[in-house]
């Protein structure tokens, strides 16, 4: 089965500072991935998504993440936070060709002034 | 598209009484998924249907918990009889298995308060 880990529980940071979230899922096959994104009392939002082609994927509020099949990493980085970047950070794969999904345990970032 | 829609957004009820958690799904999604979350537990998949069928309801916490897909436009989420444990937020997703639109659109949630 697959799984997804989210190696820091949380990440706190300064604003205007670079931020690395970490992802590693466990699959031996093709994957689809994830970055969902939770502002305190809302619900998850795609941040962005790998599905084929460059492994180099932007997603909105200038976040990007890179796919490294062989490191089976999907880390999330943003060159320089601000304050409202502050929320829950969720990795996610796919299983097998189902529409399901399977969330890592997420990932506080909280950056400070 | 007016995305997941849930409702309702809050629902406050006392100990023992019945709760219907609504969610509508996105038009052309083939998948839908129900989701509980808690401080304790994080995101913990409940049940989830495909082109309205249950597939896998082994994250149902006990029989108190039922879930129903009558059309591809709509499902509830019943709690019956409810308890103060099961006060947590509930999120309705809708996906897609095909091509560039896979992925879960997730509904704003219903947040639970158990008296």
């Known amino acids: 089965a697959q799984s997804v880990t989210q190696l820091d529980s949380q990440v706190p940071v300064f604003e205007e500072a670079p931020v690395e979230l970490r992802c590693n899922y466990s699959s031996s096959v093709s994957v689809y991935l994830f970055w969902y994104v939770q502002y305190p009392n809302q619900g998850l939002q795609l941040l962005l998504k790998y599905l084929s082609g460059s492994t180099l994927v932007k997603g909105i509020n200038g976040f990007e993440a890179e796919f490294n099949k062989s490191q089976t990493s999907f880390h999330l980085r943003k060159p320089s936070v601000h304050i409202s970047d502050t929320a829950e950070y969720f990795c996610a794969v796919s299983e097998g060709n189902t529409g399901k999904l399977i969330f890592g345990q997420g990932t506080t970032l909280q950056v400070k002034p | 598209d007016a995305g997941v829609i849930q409702s309702p957004r809050h629902e406050v009820t006392e100990m023992g009484q019945e709760v219907t958690l609504r969610c509508k799904p996105i038009?052309?999604?083939?998948?839908l998924f129900w989701y509980r979350q808690t401080m304790m537990r994080g995101l913990e998949l409940l049940i989830y249907?495909?082109?309205?069928?249950?597939?896998?309801d082994s994250g149902m916490p006990e029989d108190r918990f039922s879930a129903k897909m009558p059309n591809a436009s709509f499902s509830t989420l019943k709690i019956q009889p409810s308890e103060p444990r099961d006060s947590a937020v509930y999120f309705c997703?809708?996906?897609?298995?095909?091509?560039?639109?896979?992925?879960?659109?997730f509904g704003s949630g219903t947040r639970l308060t158990v008296v």
């Open positions: 249907f495909n082109n309205n069928v249950p597939i896998d």
């Open positions: 997703a809708s996906s897609s298995s095909q091509g560039a639109n896979y992925g879960y659109t």
């Open positions: 038009s052309g999604h083939d998948y």
